[in-house]
């Protein structure tokens, strides 16, 4: 007999009281995608910077205006990639 496998998935499921948190993600989306920049403990998106990772999050969740700026760059971002010989 085989034993099934088992597979380890880690998720921050309590983010400071939010659970599940889509700003997080748009955040490590955006330094994946290299729309937002680090420098040391610094992270800029444009002309914005904030230092630390929990305050740039903080500044994204406070500020849709912010967070809809960023989500529309890295799907610009994701939407030329994929679209890269396509006629």
């Given at each position: 007999k085989m034993e099934p496998n088992l597979y380890l998935v880690w998720a921050?499921?309590?983010y400071y009281?939010?659970?599940f948190w889509p700003v997080a993600d748009i955040f490590n989306l955006g330094m994946a995608w290299q729309v937002i920049?680090?420098?040391g403990g610094w992270y800029s998106y444009g002309e914005e910077r904030y230092q630390g990772e929990h305050r740039m999050k903080e500044?994204?969740?406070h500020n849709p205006v912010f967070l809809e700026?960023?989500?529309h760059d890295v799907l610009a971002k994701y939407n030329a990639t994929i679209n890269?010989?396509?006629q």
């Amino acid at each position: 007999k085989m034993e099934p496998n088992l597979y380890l998935v880690w998720a921050p499921l309590n983010y400071y009281g939010w659970g599940f948190w889509p700003v997080a993600d748009i955040f490590n989306l955006g330094m994946a995608w290299q729309v937002i920049t680090q420098a040391g403990g610094w992270y800029s998106y444009g002309e914005e910077r904030y230092q630390g990772e929990h305050r740039m999050k903080e500044a994204l969740a406070h500020n849709p205006v912010f967070l809809e700026a960023i989500k529309h760059d890295v799907l610009a971002k994701y939407n030329a990639t994929i679209n890269v010989g396509v006629q």
